[in-house]
């Protein structure tokens, strides 16, 4: 059942014109005051003269794999993230490194790691699924590609891009 | 040197350029405005980015030119099955109107210089016809949408003119019932008479519900938010669907061409014109004090447009006839019973 | 018969049949290791604890036999506990590495600890670490991961009687070792015990990191490497990616059970020939007159325009499903055509040879069946119009010799095939067919047992089966088969009466 709220107005109310004035009360102070704000306390962030710098540690952006102190890639080619992507933008090939005896052994590593950037919704499944934490999103946001080739990264790129809060 | 130029002749043709650019400018200037003041009272930034030589950013102020260059510039597609001859001059005919309009309004105090009389409106103010010429030119521009609506051969843009004649229709009524009441109180058709009368007391005041009927009237007439049937950028399609290019930007012209006549009427008809204390003493001084006027009409436009939402139309239609006209009969009624027994 | 109680519900059941066993048949899933219906019981891995009324412990549902009046309880408070016990003891010393195992998806220690247990451990100290190795050509051991339940030790030592594989140590030191690598490596039956293990602890080389399981669509087929008709499933990348290109590409044959026909395992000749029906390259991909590619149109009212004379024969295969030979048969009939079959290629048994049958062809019995004359009783061969089915494999070489001067001579020469073999380069007109994983396909065995193969995956490029090639007005593969029924064996028979075991003739 819709609530249907009774509303009565009174001779003054149907007049409207108090509301009208009202309202263009409103609309003036809030460009007033938006004209006597300087530009840089204002709520916009004119983007490419000025960055957000506060950016919430929480914010999705470009992917980085994680590494051990040794450099050695956290990542074994698991395909949690794979499978967990609902964009289909993870692409490994996995590598046998038949290393059994080393006192932390990794037999598996992906030999090839890509990520396809412009099919990534930056959802962050992949780092919710990965059981390494292998692969993080950091807080980079300015991701721009000048071909379809080069949004493709691979582990070279991936590595490299910084921790959150640059480094 | 210029005191020597100076016959009805040469003042003629300066006045008409003046005003045309004037006029082209102020459009200009008005979606300018428009962008810039929709964006500051929704607490944005707006246009802010053309600048000069790609450094000095002058408040965005290079925008209407970078808008106006963009539209010169587009592919001009003739729309398979419309009618060629009308698709084309529709716009022509919505903009003509709303330029030639400004023809009557003065601007200015006339001044005697020579021993000859010097008015400050381009068409001299003893054709004695004045309002009666302006309505009908304001009437014309109807015709332009109407016409392009009904030429683009497309269901929804001809729905949009039709509903944009209803709506002029409409509201002209009331609005022309409002202005005999301007006209009897100044005894004349010709606006420097009428401004003439408003010397010391403007027309807002003593015919204040006259002065709100002729000024949302205006919005109707313009096919401004909240009336903004005829186009209904957002939620309706209008009669320009069909249009691109220079066409389309003939109509953009037009519209604010009219709100910029508009305002020039609700000025000369209720504000007093050029009138204004201590400025009209001079003959710069009155230009200014009209063109300030104007601009505070003009900016209403703008600021009432961000106000309030579009009505719908049976709304449109209920206001206009059982509110509108018998407001302004109430009025024409006071003002004549005044005339007649009071004054 | 006797009446036993499970979950307080009354069962009649044989008697001398264990508690897992009975339950199993009337649907009551128990969690189990080292139960196997083809070995001996263990009853060592205690998972399938079940709580029976009178005993003063819970006892193994594997080694139980049932009694009169027992009453059996598998999901009762002590029940559930004595799961959640057992699972904690054998995740004690397992790795968990679940991330990188080829097993997991499909791992039973997975499943049941997500089912049973879902608890942390509560084991604090250092896991004992073995060497993972390949132990054999075909196998690697990761004893980290294995929960002891010995089932590959059962198979080796109890099917296949080669010993391989035995424990080592004692207590929570135990462990599985090779003790014969070489012999592994000859033995035809060894991949089985990947299959057999319960969790990732063995596992085939070939599929290490190959894929992983929830990629793939497992579907059921009959393995076409001999007539002895085993149950397989043959796993299909079903990863449809943007990235990954090898989309339906078979990664894997894997055992199916099938218990009419009695058989748990498949051989490693039959296990790795799936990389013969993954050579795209190689295929037939349209058909082709003459060296030129032509529509599946034109093929097909070519066929009709040359099969127009008097004198023509049609070879079938014992390669190809009952549908397809069918197909081809009813074709000749219609025309009153010579029908013909070539024979088997043979094989020398393994050792062991177990169900290995010496025919390699999974569907030699139904030509025979048919009655058919052999191709070695072909009298004359300048015929006008000749038909040749042929598939993945290979036919007796002496019917070969004989086909190929056939379709030599023949004025206008048929082949059907999915891979160009010498066949097709001797035809005029070579018809693209899909192999075996692309169409639904039955096959009776040497045990005369009907069995069905299941389509798994769409016809490769423009293969088509032979009743769309030949334009004879059938719907589906089942029509065929049912009026092959009909008419050879006068019996009815539809893919619902096959159901999943298969029809024993």
Request: hydrophobic share 50%; net charge positive; with cysteine.
């Given at each position: 059942m819709a609530l249907k709220k009774d509303v009565r107005l009174n001779w003054w109310d149907k007049i409207y014109l108090p509301a009208v004035f009202k309202g263009m009360y409103i609309t003036i102070s809030h460009f007033f005051k938006t004209l006597f704000t300087p530009p840089s306390k204002r709520y916009t962030i004119e983007y490419p003269d000025r960055k957000k710098e506060d950016i919430p540690e929480w914010y999705r952006g470009l992917h980085r794999l994680n590494t051990y102190p040794d450099g050695t890639l956290k990542c074994v080619a698991c395909y949690c993230c794979a499978t967990a992507c609902p964009a289909d933008a993870i692409y490994i090939e996995p590598e046998d490194l038949e290393d059994f005896d080393k006192d932390h052994p990794k037999e598996k590593a992906p030999k090839v790691f890509q990520i396809d950037l412009h099919r990534c919704i930056y959802c962050g499944f992949c780092e919710e699924a990965c059981p390494k934490d292998a692969i993080v999103l950091t807080n980079h946001y300015e991701i721009v590609h000048t071909s379809r080739e080069a949004g493709i990264i691979g582990i070279e790129d991936l590595i490299k891009t910084k921790r959150e809060g640059g480094e | 040197m210029m005191e020597g130029l100076l016959n009805p002749q040469t003042f003629m043709v300066f006045k008409v350029v003046v005003v045309f650019v004037a006029v082209l400018t102020l459009v200009a200037l008005a979606t300018w405005a428009e962008r810039r003041g929709a964006a500051f009272i929704q607490d944005r930034v707006g246009p802010n980015r053309v600048a000069l030589f790609g450094k000095i950013r002058i408040f965005g102020l290079g925008q209407p030119?970078?808008?106006?260059?963009?539209?010169?510039?587009?592919?001009?597609?003739?729309?398979?099955?419309?009618?060629?001859?009308?698709?084309?001059?529709?716009?022509?005919?919505?903009?003509?109107?709303?330029?030639?309009?400004?023809?009557?309004i003065p601007f200015g105090k006339p001044f005697v210089k020579n021993g000859i009389q010097y008015f400050l409106s381009i068409l001299p103010p003893d054709t004695n016809i004045g309002v009666l010429y302006i309505f009908a030119l304001a009437g014309m521009g109807v015709y332009g949408i109407i016409i392009g609506g009904w030429a683009s051969n497309n269901k929804w843009s001809i729905l949009g003119a039709m509903r944009a004649s209803a709506q002029v229709i409409s509201y002209e009524l009331a609005m022309t019932l409002a202005?005999?009441?301007?006209?009897?109180?100044?005894?004349?058709?010709?606006?420097?008479?009428?401004?003439?009368?408003?010397?010391?007391?403007?027309?807002?005041?003593?015919?204040?519900?006259?002065?709100?009927?002729?000024?949302?009237?205006m919005f109707a007439e313009t096919n401004r938010l909240p009336f903004d049937f005829a186009e209904g950028e957002s939620e309706i399609i209008g009669y320009h669907t069909e249009y691109m290019s220079m066409k389309f930007s003939m109509f953009f012209l037009a519209e604010y061409a009219n709100m910029i006549t508009a305002s020039g009427l609700f000025v000369t008809l209720y504000l007093g014109g050029w009138?204004?204390?201590?400025?009209?003493?001079?003959?710069?001084?009155?230009?200014?004090?009209?063109?300030?006027?104007?601009?505070?009409?003009?900016?209403?436009?703008?600021?009432?447009?961000?106000?309030?939402?579009?009505?719908?139309?049976?709304?449109?239609?209920r206001l206009g006839w059982k509110v509108m006209l018998p407001l302004s009969l109430i009025n024409l009624v006071i003002v004549a019973l005044f005339y007649a027994y009071g004054g | 018969m006797i009446t036993v109680k499970?979950?307080?519900?009354?069962?009649?059941?044989?008697?001398?049949?264990?508690?897992?066993e009975v339950a199993k048949e009337f649907g009551i899933d128990i969690p189990h290791y080292c139960y196997h219906p083809a070995l001996s019981i263990a009853g060592n891995c205690r998972m399938?604890?079940?709580?029976?009324?009178?005993?003063?412990?819970?006892?193994?549902?594997?080694?139980?036999?049932?009694?009169?009046?027992?009453?059996?309880y598998t999901d009762s408070e002590i029940v559930k506990e004595a799961r959640k016990g057992v699972l904690e003891f054998i995740l004690l010393d397992h790795p968990v590495d679940c991330p990188i195992c080829d097993k997991s998806g499909e791992c039973k220690l997975q499943d049941y600890y997500f089912?049973?247990?879902?608890?942390?451990?509560?084991?604090?100290?250092?896991?004992?670490?073995?060497k993972v190795q390949k132990i054999s050509k075909k196998i690697y051991l990761n004893p980290n991961r294995c929960v002891l339940c010995t089932r590959c030790v059962r198979f080796l030592s109890e099917i296949t009687k080669t010993f391989e594989l035995t424990t080592v140590e004692r207590g929570s030191h135990t462990y599985i070792t090779c003790v014969d690598p070489e012999s592994l490596d000859n033995n035809p039956f060894a991949s089985n015990i990947s299959d057999i293990c319960p969790v990732g602890a063995l596992g085939l080389n070939e599929f290490r990191f190959k894929k992983r399981v929830w990629f793939t669509k497992k579907v059921k087929a009959i393995c076409q490497g001999c007539s002895a008709g085993c149950n397989i499933y043959v796993d299909v990348s079903n990863r449809k990616q943007l990235l990954d290109g090898d989309d339906d590409e078979i990664v894997r044959i894997h055992t199916a059970e099938n218990p009419k026909l009695g058989q748990y395992f498949i051989c490693d000749e039959g296990r790795y020939s799936y990389k013969l029906y993954n050579d795209r390259e190689s295929r037939v991909k349209v058909p082709v007159l003459e060296g030129e590619e032509i529509t599946v149109e034109n093929a097909v009212s070519l066929i009709k325009e040359k099969a127009n004379v008097r004198k023509g024969v049609v070879i079938l295969s014992p390669l190809h499903s009952i549908e397809e030979n069918y197909a081809a048969y009813l074709f000749a009939r219609e025309r009153g055509f010579d029908v013909f079959r070539p024979s088997s290629f043979r094989k020398d048994l393994p050792e062991p040879a177990l169900f290995i049958e010496e025919k390699k062809s999974p569907n030699d019995r139904m030509l025979k069946l048919m009655k058919l004359p052999k191709v070695s009783e072909i009298e004359e061969i300048d015929y006008d119009f000749a038909l040749f089915l042929h598939n993945v494999g290979k036919i007796h070489s002496k019917s070969e010799v004989r086909i190929l001067s056939v379709l030599?001579?023949?004025?206008?020469s048929v082949v059907f095939e999915p891979v160009l073999s010498e066949f097709g380069r001797n035809a005029n007109l070579v018809l693209p067919a899909p192999i075996f994983i692309e169409e639904n396909g039955c096959y009776i065995n040497a045990k005369n047992l009907v069995q069905r193969s299941h389509k798994g995956v769409d016809y490769m490029y423009l293969s088509k089966p032979l009743w769309f090639f030949l334009d004879i007005n059938f719907k589906s593969e089942e029509e065929l088969l049912a009026v092959f029924a009909k008419e050879q064996l006068n019996i009815e028979l539809d893919y619902n009466r096959l159901g999943t075991e298969g029809f024993e003739l």
């Open positions: - | 030119l970078a808008d106006g260059l963009k539209l010169f510039f587009k592919e001009d597609v003739l729309p398979l099955n419309v009618d060629r001859v009308l698709y084309t001059i529709a716009p022509v005919i919505s903009f003509i109107p709303a330029t030639m309009t400004f023809a009557a202005v005999v009441g301007v006209v009897i109180s100044a005894g004349s058709l010709r606006l420097d008479r009428i401004i003439e009368a408003q010397n010391g007391l403007w027309n807002i005041v003593p015919q204040f519900i006259g002065a709100i009927v002729f000024f949302v009237s009138h204004f204390p201590i400025l009209d003493s001079t003959v710069i001084g009155s230009v200014v004090a009209f063109v300030i006027k104007l601009l505070f009409v003009l900016w209403c436009f703008i600021w009432v447009r961000w106000t309030l939402p579009r009505f719908r139309y049976d709304q449109l239609m | 499970i979950n307080d519900r009354e069962y009649q059941v044989e008697e001398g049949k264990t508690i897992l399938c604890l079940v709580e029976v009324k009178g005993m003063p412990k819970p006892m193994t549902a594997c080694s139980t036999r049932v009694s009169d009046g027992m009453e059996i089912k049973y247990s879902a608890q942390r451990s509560r084991y604090e100290f250092p896991k004992e670490r073995h030599k001579k023949s004025t206008f």
